[in-house]
């Protein structure tokens, strides 16, 4: 699977429109990108994956452009409750093999 | 829905004790997967199980860490004997076939079982 590359942390105020953005050079045919959540003192918890352009569910939006070498989460007017680690992670299509986590994105929001 | 749980929340031990984890997954979910995090580091694989048997245990430390999945439901993890770089936290996660076109597995993750030995 491929690595992912992300920032180590961010901060934003409430209300902003966040983006995060992944880099995966060395992603193959077969995998896609998935965004993980995860909270103080609980597990990672899914949050949207995609394969190219453009998907969207009701907690964030995925921007992947056509080369696939990279991938924007974006979360749209974040409040205090979004603060949280957010994780990157590459996964094999139809496999249910194990994840793969990185350091993650330290996500602060500030009022 | 029930998520997947997991007993105890927190544990203290001393160093050479044994210490059990339990994960109760999602009902239904034939896969079970044991992670963990030490002090400062990422989270990292240890094992999974498809129903009651072990498909990947390429994550576990070593032979001091036994996982069983009696059964097909619950699993639990023994550390045995502990040892002090053994603390952390202990994740499981539970996945089944997800409704999307490429049947993708979303894995549900239980809030952790926070080890310490001291």
């Known amino acids: 699977l491929a690595k992912t590359t992300q920032p180590i942390s961010m901060d934003s105020y409430e209300g902003q429109e966040v983006n995060i953005t992944c880099s995966h050079n060395n992603i193959a045919t077969n995998d896609y990108i998935t965004w993980y959540q995860q909270f103080p003192s609980q597990g990672p918890r899914f949050i949207i994956q995609?394969?190219?352009t453009k998907v969207t569910n009701e907690v964030a939006s995925l921007f992947i452009p056509a080369d696939r070498k990279s991938s924007t989460l974006s979360l749209p007017r974040v409040s205090l409750s979004d603060t949280a680690v957010y994780y990157c992670?590459?996964?094999?299509?139809?496999?249910?093999?194990?994840?793969?986590f990185g350091s993650g994105t330290q996500l602060t929001v500030l009022p | 829905e029930a998520g997947v749980t997991q007993f105890p929340s927190h544990s203290v031990i001393e160093k050479g004790q044994t210490v059990t984890l339990r994960c109760d997954p999602i009902?239904?979910?034939?896969?079970l997967y044991w992670y963990r995090r030490v002090m400062g580091k990422e989270i990292k694989f240890l094992l999974h199980f498809v129903k009651e048997s072990k498909q990947d245990e390429s994550g576990m430390p070593n032979n001091r860490f036994l996982a069983e999945r009696t059964g097909g439901t619950y699993s639990t993890l023994k550390v045995q004997p502990a040892e002090l770089e053994d603390s952390g936290v202990y994740f499981c996660?539970?996945?089944?076939?997800?409704?999307?076109?490429?049947?993708?597995?979303?894995?549900?993750f239980g809030p952790g079982t926070r080890l310490t030995v001291t």
């Open positions: 996660a539970s996945s089944q076939v997800r409704a999307l076109p490429w049947g993708y597995y979303e894995q549900y």
């Open positions: 995609g394969y190219k």
């Open positions: 992670l590459s996964s094999r299509g139809g496999s249910a093999r194990q994840l793969t």
């Open positions: 009902s239904g979910h034939d896969n």
